[in-house]
């Protein structure tokens, strides 16, 4: 590690120690730069690492609302407007009692990084709430009602909405973020602001949403996975697939994973994960989505009903069948440890692409990368989501809509285009074929020149 690295992390370290996430982002990031920055002193120079690590702006506040009973509940919302260089902040909102001000930092720093690579201009940003649209506050075992989530999200852009806009913050959806919370918050702003824009992406189809979005991250990975193995000269046909989650980037990589002709072996969520020898069928999935997204059930209850999956309660994705050719964490961050990646690489696992935003822990990263297996890290297979984003922003802006097929295609193109970035990035410093390397240096670059360029602000 350089010296100017060095004392950037330990700086960061002392100024924010009670964030782990954030500096556990901030150091997968940095203790690969080391080439680009020897390669570029006006990086130093204009101490672009001090600043890359700053949030430009943090905002922080009181979320009141009325529950069913008429009791006032009290939550903490968050805005991290992280880095403006390449265009407007850009990043989704999240809303889950494990919201803090460290998980929300990591995850605007990985979406500077990750935006980049999408050659579109998008700054980073994250925001959310510990806000639990899972358990109601009043009847334990119980979910919010629509009504209430509603109140919430009225409450939550009746302050947010003073700092976000079509040209400066666009924020998206995230964990438990999705089209019914998206709508709710579009209303809020419109009346707030008095205007019809494209504030928020993820928006349904009929007030300026894009075809192909709530499918883009998972599809992406699947598509940036693809390019991997292209590389190899292989295809997804027969492969065996272990995936985590069940929500919207888990349930959309299955979808085209299948379509690719692999077999899906496993889901997760809270409750547990499902595994189906014989590969989860087309028929399951449609169960499953509706069982997420309508019902907003768990597996536990869609496995006492199908006789074709074995459930383990409590447990992930990855230690349930015994050959596995290929992984997608697609949940949460750190949700594959050392162990994990040590009993993947042992059944026969040649890739892991990630859907989620740092799955892997440091040591399970290592384990991957020290076995040259095809190992994609989230800030770049998972940038369809953000991409397709992208590609909605202006499709708002022209008061235009594409069609399926040409969001398709664009996102696939993207996808090629990040891969071979990150590949060219690696193989430009000595790395061939360490995607990490590479993502870190493609995206890294890209702002760092911006912010040369525009002086110190
Ligand atoms: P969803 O809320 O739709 O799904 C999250 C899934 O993870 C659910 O199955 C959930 O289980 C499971 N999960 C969450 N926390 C835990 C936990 N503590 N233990 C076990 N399972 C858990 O979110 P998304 O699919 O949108 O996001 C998943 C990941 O992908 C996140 O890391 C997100 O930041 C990242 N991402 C998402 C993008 C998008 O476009 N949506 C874009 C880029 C990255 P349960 O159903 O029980 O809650």
Known sequence: MSKYVDSVLKNLKAKNANEPEFIQAAEEVLLTLDPVLKANPQYEQNAILERIVEPERVVIFRVPWVDDTGKVRVNRGYRIQQNSAIGPYKGGLRFDPSVNLSVL??????????????????????????????QSPHTPGKRCSDAEVMRFCQSFMTELFRHIGPDTDVPAGDMNV??????????????????????????????????????????????????????RGETFEGKRCVISGSGNVASFAAEKLMQLGAKVLTLSDRSGAILCESGITEKMLKDIMYLKNVTRGELADFAKKTKAVKFFKGVNSWQLTDKIDAAFPCARQNELNGKDAAYLLKHGCTLVGEGANMPSTPDAIDAFVKAKIMYSPGKASNAGGVATSGLEMSQNSERLS???????????????????NAWESAAKYGKKGNYVVGANIAGFTKVADAMVAQGVC
């Open 178 to 231: 999705g089209g019914r919370e998206i709508g709710y918050l579009f209303g809020q702003y419109k009346r707030l602001a008095n205007e019809f824009t494209g504030v928020l992406t993820g928006k349904a189809l009929s007030f300026g949403g894009s075809l192909i979005r709530p499918e883009a991250t998972g599809y992406g990975d699947v598509y940036f996975a693809e390019n991997m193995l292209a590389k």
């Open 105 to 134: 930092k990591f995850l605007a720093f990985e979406q500077v990084f990750k935006n980049s690579l999408t050659t579109l201009p998008m700054g980073g940003g994250k925001g959310g709430s510990d806000f639990n649209p899972k």
């Open 402 to 420: 594409w069609s399926r097929e040409e969001v398709d295609a664009k996102l696939k193109g993207i996808m090629k285009s990040i891969h071979d």
